[in-house]
């Protein structure tokens, strides 16, 4: 945000205010500003209009931060659960992630098969270009999923078999699963891509 976002910021937060029927200072409005300037306004409006629907409590700019951050769900963490998933399903089966990340899938690789079918090697290489933009979707999820089909749904599609399309590997159980394995130090090892050997 920048200054000329102020009057709108304080709107809002006065608003969230009245919600929890919360006093408000002109340098309590202030402290708030500057502690959430480094996120946009809409990014700000989406957390508090979560956290009004989701908290007893009037939100500390700690708790706005977390909603607009994914409660840590990071880059890094993200493309953990993404290599789990080729791990798993490959490009035999279909994938159901959030929307912004499919986007992402298909702008930046045509689609989970082309994905999928990438080296370890290539994945390596990718992990320190692709974490960063995960990071920054992240912070922008919509709660939105999009299926990305593997090659036996795209066959069935094609053939006109629709009413056997098979059920999507879905990510949240996967980014779950990242999320146990993942200790500090530890990395679950690289998948192999579809076909390779080890």
């Given at each position: 945000?920048t ?103 298909r ?18 290489r ?15 999820l ?57």
């Amino acid at each position: 945000m920048t200054e000329r976002d102020f009057e709108e910021f304080a709107k809002l937060l006065g608003a969230v205010a009245e919600v929890y029927n919360e006093p408000l200072s002109p340098v309590r409005i202030r402290l708030y500003f500057d502690a959430l300037r480094e996120y946009s306004l809409e990014e700000v409006r989406r957390a508090f209009k979560e956290l009004v629907r989701t908290s007893d409590f009037f939100p500390r700019p700690a708790a706005v931060v977390r909603a607009i951050e994914g409660e840590g769900e990071s880059g890094q963490l993200i493309w953990l659960a993404l290599l789990r998933m080729l791990e798993r399903h490959g490009y035999w089966d279909s994938v159901k992630l959030p929307k912004e990340i499919a986007q992402l899938i298909r702008t930046r690789f045509g689609g989970w098969i082309e994905f999928s079918q990438l080296t370890r090697q290539e994945l390596r290489r990718l992990e320190r270009e692709m974490v960063p933009l995960l990071d920054r979707v992240a912070r922008k999820l919509s709660g939105e999923t999009e299926v990305l089909h593997g090659q036996h749904d795209l066959n069935n599609i094609r053939n006109g078999y629709t009413d056997a399309l098979q059920r999507p590997a879905d990510f949240t159980t996967f980014i779950e699963q990242v999320k146990v394995l993942s200790q500090p130090g530890q990395i679950p090892p690289l998948p192999r891509a579809a076909g390779e050997r080890r």
